[in-house]
């Protein structure tokens, strides 16, 4: 979240591999899962390996807690059962105000000093962290 370590503000050109990470978590946000939290809930997410390969995730929320995962972690997730050792950058689509600390430190298990742009729904940037 702002002013924590690690965070900035948005104001820097992204690189044309990282906006395409932005086109990709936005239109997966499009099939979150998210019935008792409501649209505003849903995220998208796209990240980017060591080899360049993208995975994208969407929020999944079920009654059941456990079933329950951020759109971060479904990316991260798809990209590990793919074979995924290591990250580049990842990008969430979503209305939080914040990135989850959860999420971040979760994307950072695959490496420290990843970039984590959080874009708004139109795909603005407004919000860079580092894991």
Avoid: I, W
Avoid at 27 to 35: I, K, Q, S, Y
């Amino acid at each position: 979240m702002t002013g924590q370590p690690g965070t900035q503000q948005a104001g820097g050109e992204l690189s044309g591999e990282d906006a395409k990470l932005v086109v990709l978590a936005r239109a997966t946000r499009l099939r979150a899962h998210t019935p008792t939290a409501g649209p505003a809930a849903a995220e998208g997410a796209a990240v980017r390996d060591e080899d360049g390969r993208t995975y994208t995730g969407a929020t999944v929320e079920y009654a059941r807690g456990d079933l329950s995962l951020s759109a971060l972690r479904v990316a991260v997730a798809a990209a590990v059962s793919s074979g995924a050792r290591g990250f580049e950058a990842a990008v969430v689509v979503t209305d939080a105000p914040g990135l989850a600390d959860d999420d971040v430190a979760a994307f950072g298990a695959f490496g420290t000093g990843l970039p984590v742009h959080r874009a708004d729904p139109s795909g603005a940037v407004v919000e860079t962290r580092t894991s």
